[in-house]
Each structure stands twice: as structure tokens, then as C-alpha cells.
């Protein structure tokens, strides 16, 4: 059975850190694209990290770069998502998914595999 797992969400204070984890399994994470996505009550949802399986490169919005870090251990079929410098606008249910890579993977383009999400409360 193909699932995602996500884990690490929970409360912090404007300022905190938080890592996120995605877990994988019945496929090998490596050779898919990886997504980060959240939604907050009220809003769509949207991309806020994305590495690509054929380099690795890694792209972010404008409003969580320098801030978010996505990453992946392919050793325990597992990505990352370091979330610094928190702030209450970060609030929001937050999933993973994994696919392929598309120029529109903001709105969720490509992607095959979702999580069920975890949720990130920033506030004081």
C-alpha cells in the first residue's frame, strides 16, 4: 500500500522551529518529487517547498525562503521540512506529497501522493 506519513507538527511561539517529517511507504521516495503544501482555515492550498527527484533542487515562494528548508534521506525513505523563524501566518495544516515534477507544483500539479497533513499552530 502506497502511504504517506506526516509528523513533527504542533504548537510554537513566533520565532520557533519545528521539523517535519514525511515517511514513505510501498515506494521508493527517491525517485519521486516531493512536496510540501498547507492550507489554513479559509485559504486555498499552496506549495511551500518542492525537491526535485532528478537533481535535487529545491524551490520555495517568496514567503518562506530563507525560512523553510526541504530536504530528503532516501536511506530511510523519508523527507524533511525545517521550518525557522515561524510566524502566526505559518499556521496551517501542512502535507506532503509525491510526484512529478510540473512548472504549476505550487497548486499541487503532478503530484500523485498525498499525505493526510499535520498541523502547525504558531502563536504566543
Known amino acids: 500500500q502506497l502511504q504517506l506519513v506526516e509528523s513533527g507538527g504542533g504548537l510554537v511561539q513566533p520565532g520557533g522551529s519545528l521539523r517535519l517529517s514525511c515517511a514513505a511507504s510501498?515506494?521508493?521516495?527517491?525517485?519521486?518529487?516531493i512536496g510540501w503544501f498547507r492550507q489554513a482555515p479559509g485559504k486555498e492550498r499552496e506549495g511551500v517547498s518542492c525537491i526535485l527527484s532528478s537533481d535535487g533542487s529545491t524551490l520555495y515562494p517568496d514567503s518562506v525562503k530563507g525560512r523553510f528548508t526541504i530536504s530528503r534521506d532516501n536511506a530511510k525513505n523519508t523527507a524533511y521540512l525545517q521550518m525557522n523563524s515561524l510566524k502566526p501566518e505559518d499556521t496551517a495544516v501542512y502535507y506532503c506529497?509525491?510526484?512529478?515534477?510540473?512548472?504549476?507544483?505550487?497548486w499541487g500539479s503532478g503530484m500523485d501522493y498525498w499525505g493526510k497533513g499535520t498541523l502547525v499552530t504558531v502563536s504566543s
Open positions: 506529497a509525491a510526484g512529478t515534477y510540473s512548472s504549476t507544483w505550487y
Open positions: 510501498g515506494f521508493p521516495l527517491e525517485y519521486y518529487t
